[in-house]
């Protein structure tokens, strides 16, 4: 089964700052990665996704990730945070039809 | 277009009775993903179904079962309720085959809380 470690349970930033976020996962074969992001009262939202090809995507709102087959991980980027990038971000592994999601960062940015 | 929608928002239940959970998938889409979320074990996922079939099941109790209708939507359905099936229960929907298959998009959940 695939287990997903998210580093950071709760990060937070002043607007304008860079931000990172850690995702690791167990497995070794072929993957589909996700991350998701959840803004206060709303409901889980599509950042970005990997499937294949150029390591580094491009999502929405200004958001990238960069997948490193060798570590096993799928970190999520922006070089500028605003404040409304304040939500929990979650990292998914899609494996057989099922996706399976680390335990949440909580991204707090104070203006 | 619209996304995905999901009923009742919220329901309150006692123990030991049975719940039914609905949730349309974007249009076009033909599988139906279920996930519960509890502030204590996150996001897990129950079952998918692809054209009325069950193609994934996660680590749950047999109280908790599905089904999908050949219009795509699903339900649903947690018998004898106990207090720990308090949660917010997602649907998600995706192609389910082809390009874009595994992107799956969330719907608002419903909140189910057992007293």
């Known amino acids: 089964a695939q287990s997903v470690s998210q580093h950071n349970h709760h990060v937070i930033l002043s607007e304008a700052a860079s931000l990172e976020l850690g995702c690791n996962y167990s497995y070794g074969g072929t993957v589909n990665l996700f991350w998701y992001v959840q803004y206060p009262g709303q409901h889980l939202q599509l950042l970005l996704k990997y499937f294949s090809g150029d390591p580094l995507v491009k999502g929405i709102k200004g958001f990238e990730a960069e997948f490193i087959k060798s570590k096993f991980s799928f970190n999520l980027r922006k070089p500028s945070v605003q404040w409304s990038d304040t939500a929990e971000y979650f990292c998914?592994?899609?494996?057989?039809?099922?996706?399976?999601f680390g335990a949440g960062t909580t991204v707090t940015v104070r203006a | 277009k619209a996304g995905v929608t999901q009923t009742p928002r919220y329901l309150i239940k006692t123990r030991g009775q049975q719940v039914t959970l609905s949730c349309s998938p974007i249009s076009g889409h033909r599988s139906v993903s279920w996930y519960q979320q509890t502030p204590g074990q996150g996001l897990q996922f129950l079952f998918e179904y692809f054209s009325e079939t069950q193609r994934n099941k996660g680590n749950f109790p047999g109280r908790f079962s599905g089904r999908q209708f050949s219009n795509s939507r699903s339900e649903m359905n947690v018998s004898t309720l106990e207090l720990g099936d308090s949660a917010l229960y997602l649907c998600?929907?995706?192609?389910?085959?082809?390009?874009?298959?595994?992107?799956?998009?969330f719907g608002p959940g419903t909140r189910l809380t057992v007293t």
């Open positions: 998600a929907s995706s192609r389910g085959t082809g390009t874009g298959s595994y992107e799956q998009y």
């Open positions: 998914a592994v899609e494996d057989d039809y099922k996706l399976s």
